[in-house]
C-alpha cells in the first residue's frame, strides 16, 4: 500500500491556547485557539495586523509560552516540556523563516545557513563534519539561486537573497516542519511571489509541513487550507486535512 | 561552535572593543614595567643597605659606655643553641663625631657631622659586603687602614700641608664626604683625598663617666663608596683599638655584628639572644628591623604605585563593560535570532563571556611581551630619550646607580596577566548575563 503524502496524521496540534500581553493593562491577544496540523500539509494562517498571528506561530514554535492551553507535538505535550528540549525542537525539528530575515551580520551566506549546525555541534564536531554541512549548506543555497553569493555579506545582499539564505538555513537540520512568518512581507510583489514559489517547491520537494503566516490572502489561497484568525480566535476549526480547502469565515 | 565562530568575526570587525585591548595592553605592559624597576631598586637597595650592615646587630643600650669584654660576649654568643648558625662576628664602636678637614687651597678648615665607627677590617669583612666597596684596589682584596701607595704618593707631593712628625692612625671615609660634583659638572671633585690629614671630634667617657669631648688626627687611608648616599655621605672607618682610646672605652665596644649562615634563621637568633643577653644592656636585632622605615617606605611606594596603575586595568574593565553592554543591546535582535534557532541561555552566556577572555587574553598577552620588551631595553630608552631631549631622565647622581636598576620576576608577569585576565572576564559578566535573560520572542517581533 503506497503511502499517502500529505497525510492524515496530525503532527502539531493546538488546544484552547490563550495569551495576553501587559501593557499597563492586560490586552488579550489569543483566546483559545485549536489548531490541527497534518504531516505535509501547507497551512496558511491570515489576518489582520493585531490578531495575534505571529503570536501563534511563536507559541507553535517554542518560542514563548501560552497562559492557557497545550502544545502538542507528534502526539507528546510540548509547550511544558524543558527548555533544552524546547531548544532541541527549534533547533532540529523547526525550521523558522522571519518577515526580516535576522541573518547575522558578521557572518557570509554560507557561514548564516550554517549557524544552526554551529549551533547544535560544539568546535570538535564541526571542524569533523565541516565538509559535509558545507556540501549540504552549498546545495541549499545552490537550490535557492545564491550559489554565486556564497561568500557575501547580508549587507550586500537584496531583501529576496536575504530571504533565500534564510529559507536555506531554515531547512540545512533537515526539519519536519517549517513556520514562516509573513516571508513575503518585506518584499516588492515579484519578488514576493518568487519567494513564495520557493516555500512552495521546496515543501514539496523536502516532503515538509509548512505553516505560513501572512496577510496576504491571494498567497494564503494557493495553500493547502487557509485558517483566519480574528478577535483571537481561530475561526475555522477543521480537525481533518482537506487539501486545497479555503475556509473564511467571518 | 558557533561561540567560536561570532568571537572570531567580532574580534576581526569590532573596532571599538580594540579600544579595550589597547587600554589592558598599555596597563599590563606599564605595570610591569614599573614593577621591574621597582623590585630591582628594591633588591639594590636592600643588598647595599645589607652591604654595610651585618644579619643581626648586638648594640649596648647605652652607646658612649658600651659593654665589656665584646670577646666574652661573642663567646657567650658562640657557646649558646644557635652558636651553629653563627658564620661569623666582630666587635664595633658606633659614635658620632664631628670631622674637621682643611682641603687644599681652603683658608679655613672645614667641619661636618658624621657616623664614626670603629672596626677590625677583617672581622668586618667576615660579616658583610665591606672590602668590595673599598675605592683603593688593594684594600678590595686585602681591607686594611695602612696608607697605599696614593695616599703616600699624594703625602709626598703635598709636605707642605701636612704633618710628618708624628704618624696617624688611618682612617676610611665615606666618598660622598671626601667628594662634591658640582651643578653641569660630569666628574667629583675631591675635598679630600687619601693621605689628607682629618680631626675627629667625639664625646668620650671622662673621669666619673662624665662626657667630654675629645679630638683625636687620623689620616685618610681610603674612601669608602656603597653608593648609598645614606651611607657615603656619613660614615667614617677607623681602626676599632684607635676608637676605644678615643673614646676612653678601652677594651669595650658598643656593637657586635653578627653574620648568619642561612638569614631565614634571624627571627630564631634574635630570640635566643634576647635571653641569653641581658636586656638591660643589649639590644639585639636583625637588619631589617633596624632599617625598618626605609625598607618599608619603599614597599608602601611600590604598593601605591600597583595600586594607582592597577586603576589603568579597572579603568580598561569599565571599557569592557559599557562596550559590551552597548553591544548587548545592539545584538539583542542577532541574540534573539540565535535563542530562536536552538542556542541555549547558557550558550549565549559564554559567548560574550568568551569575548571578554578573548579580548582580555590578547591585550594581557600583548602587553606582557611589550612590558618585558620595555623592561629590558629601559636604560637604552633612557639613554636615547636622554640624548634627543637633552634631559637627563635617570640622574644617575641623585640615585646613585649606574642604570636603572631592574629585576623582572616571572611571579609578577604571570599575576598581573592573571589580574587583567579576571577584570576582563567580570565586566563582560553582567551583559553576558543580560544578554541570556533576553527573550527571542521580544527582540525578533518587531523591525
Known amino acids: 500500500m503506497s503511502n499517502p503524502w500529505p497525510t492524515s496524521e496530525t503532527i502539531l496540534r493546538a488546544d484552547g491556547i490563550h495569551k495576553s500581553f501587559h501593557k499597563g493593562s492586560e490586552v488579550p491577544v489569543l483566546r483559545g485557539v485549536d489548531l490541527q496540523v497534518a504531516r505535509g500539509e501547507f497551512l496558511a494562517i491570515v489576518g489582520s495586523s493585531g490578531s495575534g498571528k505571529t503570536t501563534l506561530l511563536h507559541i507553535l514554535g517554542t518560542l514563548d509560552r501560552p497562559d492557557q492551553g497545550e502544545v502538542h507535538w507528534r502526539g507528546e505535550r510540548l509547550d511544558n516540556q524543558s527548555t533544552s528540549a524546547r531548544e532541541r525542537f527549534r533547533n532540529k525539528s523547526c525550521g523558522f523563516v522571519f518577515q526580516f530575515y535576522h541573518l547575522l551580520p558578521e557572518l557570509n551566506t554560507l557561514e548564516n545557513v550554517l549557524v544552526p549546525r554551529m549551533i547544535e555541534l560544539g568546535p570538535m564536531s564541526y571542524w569533523r563534519q565541516k565538509k559535509k554541512l558545507v556540501q549540504r549548506a552549498t546545495e541549499l543555497l545552490d537550490r535557492v539561486g545564491l550559489s554565486h553569493r556564497l561568500t557575501h555579506r547580508p549587507a550586500e545582499l537584496s531583501g529576496g537573497e536575504m530571504q533565500r539564505t534564510a529559507i536555506a538555513r531554515a531547512l540545512l537540520s533537515e526539519p519536519e516542519i517549517l513556520l514562516a512568518d509573513e516571508p513575503t512581507g518585506n518584499l516588492d510583489a515579484e519578488t514576493g511571489q518568487s519567494i513564495f514559489g520557493l516555500l512552495s517547491e521546496l515543501r514539496e520537494e523536502a516532503r515538509l509541513t509548512l505553516v505560513l503566516v501572512t496577510h496576504d490572502v491571494s498567497l494564503a489561497q494557493r495553500a493547502d487550507r487557509t485558517c483566519r484568525l480574528a478577535q483571537g480566535v481561530l475561526v475555522t476549526s477543521h480537525t481533518e486535512f482537506r487539501p486545497r480547502a479555503t475556509i473564511f469565515a467571518g | ?447
Open chain 2, 1 to 447: 561552535m558557533y561561540i567560536l565562530k561570532l568571537c572570531g568575526k567580532y574580534m576581526t570587525t569590532r573596532y571599538t572593543a580594540l579600544a579595550s585591548v589597547a587600554s589592558i595592553l598599555l596597563g599590563v605592559a606599564t605595570l610591569i614595567v614599573v614593577n621591574s624597576v621597582m623590585t630591582g631598586f628594591r633588591t639594590k637597595m636592600r643588598e647595599r643597605l645589607h652591604g654595610i650592615l651585618s644579619d643581626v646587630v648586638v648594640e649596648a643600650r647605652a652607646p658612649l659606655t658600651g659593654f665589656p669584654e665584646p670577646d666574652y660576649i661573642m663567646k657567650r654568643i658562640s657557646q649558646s643553641s644557635i652558636g651553629d648558625k653563627i658564620a661569623g662576628m666582630t666587635p664595633a664602636i658606633e659614635t658620632l663625631a664631628i670631622l674637621t678637614y682643611k682641603p687644599k687651597g681652603y683658608a679655613n678648615a672645614l667641619t661636618r657631622p658624621v657616623q664614626i665607627v670603629g672596626i677590625d677590617p677583617k672581622g668586618r669583612c667576615e660579616v658583610g659586603d665591606f672590602a668590595s666597596h673599598l675605592v683603593n684596589k688593594e684594600n678590595k682584596a686585602q681591607p686594611s687602614f695602612e696608607l697605599r701607595a696614593d695616599a703616600l704618593e699624594w703625602r709626598q707631593a703635598n709636605s707642605d700641608i701636612i704633618d710628618q712628625k708624628e704618624s696617624w692612625p688611618g682612617a676610611i671615609v665615606g666618598y660622598q664626604i671626601a667628594t662634591f660634583r658640582a651643578q653641569g659638572m660630569n666628574y667629583d671633585e675631591y675635598l679630600v683625598y687619601p693621605g689628607n690629614e682629618v680631626i675627629i671630634t667625639t664625646v668620650a667617657n671622662g673621669d666619673g663617666g662624665r662626657p667630654e669631648p675629645k679630638s683625636y688626627k687620623f689620616v685618610v687611608a681610603d674612601l669608602y663608596k656603597s653608593d648609598m648616599s645614606e651611607y657615603d655621605d656619613r660614615y667614617m672607618f677607623v681602626p676599632l683599638d684607635a676608637l676605644q682610646n678615643v673614646c676612653g672605652m678601652q677594651g669595650r665596644a658598643n656593637t657586635i655584628q653578627i653574620k648568619l649562615k642561612d638569614f631565614a634563621d634571624a627571627p630564631l637568633v634574635v630570640e635566643t639572644l634576647r635571653k641569653v643577653l641581658p636586656q638591660m644592656v643589649f639590644v639585639v636585632s636583625t637588619w631589617e628591623e633596624k632599617q625598618g622605615p626605609l625598607i618599608y617606605a619603599v614597599k608602601v611606594e611600590a604598593f601605591l604605585i600597583n595600586l594607582t596603575l592597577f586603576f589603568i586595568i579597572a579603568v580598561a574593565g569599565f571599557g569592557i563593560l559599557s562596550t559590551f553592554a552597548m553591544m548587548v543591546i545592539e545584538k539583542t535582535r542577532d541574540i534573539g535570532l540565535l535563542k530562536a534557532l536552538g542556542a541555549s541561555s547558557t550558550g549565549i552566556t559564554n559567548l560574550f563571556l568568551v569575548y571578554g577572555s578573548a579580548l582580555g587574553i590578547i591585550g594581557a598577552g600583548a602587553g606582557a611581551v611589550i612590558g618585558i620588551i620595555l623592561t629590558y631595553k629601559l636604560n637604552a630608552i633612557e639613554e636615547t630619550l636622554t640624548e634627543l631631549t637633552g634631559f637627563e631622565i635617570f640622574p644617575r647622581d641623585i640615585y646613585y646607580f649606574d642604570e636603572i636598576p631592574i629585576l623582572l620576576e616571572p611571579s609578577m608577569v604571570v599575576m598581573v596577566v592573571a589580574g587583567s585576565l579576571f577584570i576582563a572576564i567580570a565586566a563582560a559578566v553582567y551583559p553576558a548575563r543580560r544578554a541570556a535573560r533576553l527573550q527571542p520572542v521580544e527582540t525578533l517581533r518587531y523591525e
